[in-house]
């Protein structure tokens, strides 16, 4: 089955303890992406990876790292979670980095952080 | 997942009536639009997309209409069902170079049995 693997699910945190949300699809997709959505804002994007060892900035990268070692895993790191990173994160997947028809875009089920 | 729904403007349809969900869209270069659907708990899932140079494309029970003109973009569902009730949300994006998607926030559907 086609999918979007985030872990953990729900995870709750203190300031200033490093965590890594993992994500892995089985997609074979060269393009992945982790998002965050909050109340009133929609999905922000964080960070991309057209492909292996190529990642970028997307609208709000601070506080947030990410690696592409591999084809199907796209970790994010939190070096020193604040309580503003409170929020649901998703990772993403498609095939090619352009959404044209076709190219779908796979979610995650989410990962709900709290940072207390 | 709950929390995401809550400041989100509310449409309460009936079971079995038709849901239309509006959408205005902010990029007047955007060329590519497509809406999600997002249950409770869950991620987002696509349900239809559309090109800029088509107004109408139709899916199973669900049609999308897009109006250039005015920036606008609706999802209408026929025939209503209990398993329609979630959070929709469009998005948009720009064909040239990388491609970004800009998701707006979403209304939240509920299907009164």
């Known amino acids: 089955e086609a999918q979007v693997t985030q872990n953990p699910r729900y995870l709750i945190t203190v300031t200033g303890k490093k965590l890594t949300v993992t994500c892995s699809q089985n997609?074979?997709?060269?393009?992945m992406s982790w998002y965050r959505q909050d109340p009133g804002l929609g999905l922000r994007q964080i960070y991309y990876?057209?492909?292996?060892?190529?990642?970028d900035k997307g609208d709000v990268p601070e506080g947030y790292k990410v690696s592409r070692k591999e084809k199907r895993n796209f970790p994010l790191i939190l070096e020193s979670p604040s309580p503003n990173q409170t929020s649901l994160y998703f990772c993403?997947?498609?095939?090619?980095?352009?959404?044209?028809?076709?190219?779908?875009?796979?979610f995650g089920e989410g990962s709900w952080l709290t940072v207390v | 997942g709950e929390s995401v729904g809550l400041h989100l403007p509310t449409l309460s349809v009936q079971e079995g009536d038709n849901s239309i969900i509006n959408c205005a869209y902010s990029?007047?270069?955007?060329?590519?639009f497509i809406w999600y659907k997002q249950e409770s708990g869950k991620g987002p899932q696509f349900i239809i997309d559309?090109?800029?140079?088509?107004d109408k494309r139709q899916g199973q029970r669900v049609t999308v209409l897009l109006n250039k003109t005015v920036k606008h973009l609706s999802l209408q569902i026929a025939a209503t069902q209990p398993g329609d009730s979630a959070v929709y949300f469009c998005?948009?994006?720009?064909?040239?170079?990388?491609?970004?998607?800009?998701f707006g926030t979403g209304t939240k559907l509920q299907v009164i049995p």
């Open positions: 559309i090109r800029s140079n088509m």
């Open positions: 997609m074979n997709h060269e393009y």
């Open positions: 990876s057209m492909n292996v060892e190529v990642t």
């Open positions: 993403a997947s498609s095939l090619l980095g352009t959404p044209a028809r076709g190219n779908t875009i796979y």
């Open positions: 998005a948009e994006s720009f064909s040239g170079g990388y491609q970004k998607v800009t």
């Open positions: 990029n007047s270069a955007s060329d590519y």
